[in-house]
């Protein structure tokens, strides 16, 4: 069992920053795949990036490739999401995900087993 909090979504400008954070508990968080999917109002839950277990492969949506970086600490048991150079259609509800073993799917969210409450970040134009 994984339980997952994000934190450190807000509103800012297009162009600027945000780093969202996703604590996980338990003693096993080294041994799951950690996703990043987000959701905007009247549309899918869509992927946005995922990382494997030892953080040595990282995978992106073509949408935020170049400007957001996905990151973990096991010792922390943490996943980050690094967002620069945000634009007003990254507005959404973002949530982290947890699986022990996505396989090449990890770009689908029905394909993870935990998730957290969500984080909202909202970018002005």
């Known amino acids: 069992q994984v339980q997952l909090v994000e934190s450190g979504g807000g509103l800012v400008q297009a162009g600027d920053s945000l780093r969202l954070s996703c604590a996980a508990s338990g003693r096993t968080f080294s041994r799951y795949i950690m996703g990043w999917f987000r959701q905007a109002p009247g549309k899918d839950r869509e992927f946005v990036a995922a990382?494997?277990?030892?953080?040595?492969?990282?995978y992106y949506a073509d949408s935020v490739k170049g400007r957001f970086t996905i990151s973990r600490d096991n010792a922390k048991n943490t996943v980050y999401l690094q967002m620069n150079s945000l634009k007003p259609e990254d507005t959404a509800v973002y949530y982290c995900?947890?699986?022990?073993?996505?396989?090449?799917?990890?770009?689908?969210?029905?394909?993870?087993?935990?998730w957290g409450q969500g984080t909202q970040v909202t970018v002005s134009s």
């Open positions: 995900a947890a699986d022990r073993d996505t396989g090449s799917y990890y770009y689908l969210w029905h394909e993870y087993d935990y």
């Open positions: 990382i494997s277990w030892s953080g040595g492969s990282t």
